[in-house]
């Protein structure tokens, strides 16, 4: 019996979802919905089954992103793209990792819903403007225009030059054995003087409730007297992370490394965004 082009092809759909909304949880939402639908057609006249389901998931996006404005503006805190556990092989495919990286999340969440879909489509999935021009009803004359908007707008807040992952793991496990330890000076001497961390714990979680700016406050922050810490590296959204546990709270810790120090910290700690951590999830593109 052939498969279900839905079943073939849903680590794609669910990647395309994921980018658009940086919510693992939304994006099955969303998925559900597509599924509905696509049962309810007849199949039989749908001549290319991907092109016309990334078409039906990127239209569900958008309607779903009104819901999810509305979400934002009574987030409590800080917000961050929910991590997802990868497999270390995602790391080979550099524009699949860059492009799920919570670093790239964060920059194009200041991107409109529009200019987003346009760019992961375009940039991360290869789809041609003609295509692009039938999933959101806009002349392609109109998509070039936002693509190359949405591609300049990117590339002025995107990482300078991503690290190899070799140099990333060396920073990465010199930041978390210094938790461990609790040791002030090793820590601080993987930080960049003007690094940043974020955090967000969604009003479920302690988290700082402002970005926190500054090696001495956020060495500070993070090394604290009797403070056990347990810290172990995982694979998050293609790049290499930390689990950091204390006092039974749990966060995902994702960094942006640049001439071998650490300049940004993501501490995802809300725990409704932590449950797909046991298991690397299948992405595809």
């Known amino acids: 019996m052939e498969q279900d082009p839905f079943i073939i092809h849903r680590n794609l759909l669910f990647t395309v979802a994921y980018e658009m909304l940086g919510s693992a949880t939304d994006a099955e939402d969303v998925l559900q919905e597509a599924w509905l639908r696509w049962v309810d057609i007849d199949q039989s006249q749908v001549r290319n089954p991907r092109a016309y389901l990334i078409r039906m998931v990127t239209r569900q996006v958008l309607n779903w992103k009104r819901t ?69 009803g806009k002349p392609a004359a109109t998509i070039r225009q936002i693509a190359r908007r949405a591609r300049e707008h990117v590339a002025a807040r995107r990482q300078r030059e991503p690290v190899s992952r070799s140099a990333q793991q060396v920073v990465v496990e010199r930041f978390l054995a210094a938790l461990r330890t609790g040791e002030l000076q090793p820590l601080m001497a993987v930080l960049a003087p003007d690094v940043t961390l974020i955090a967000d714990g969604g009003g479920l979680a302690a988290a700082a409730a402002a970005p926190v700016y500054g090696i001495e406050l956020v060495a500070n922050l993070l090394v604290r007297p009797n403070r056990v810490i347990a810290a172990t590296t995982l694979w998050l959204n293609g790049e290499l992370g930390g689990l950091v546990e204390s006092n039974g709270a749990m966060a995902a810790v994702s960094f942006v490394v640049e001439d071998e120090r650490i300049v940004r910290i993501y501490a995802i700690a809300n725990p409704q965004k932590l449950t797909r951590l046991d298991k690397p999830v299948e992405l595809a593109r």
């Open 68 to 136: 999810l404005l509305r979400r934002r503006e009574e987030y409590v805190g800080e917000w961050l793209p929910e991590p997802l556990l990868t497999h270390p092989g995602v790391a080979e495919d550099l524009e699949l990792s860059e492009s799920i990286s919570i670093a790239m999340l964060i920059v194009l969440e200041t991107l409109g819903s529009m200019e987003r879909a346009v760019f992961v489509l375009r940039e991360v999935f290869n789809t041609p403007y003609d295509e692009i021009s039938e999933i959101t």
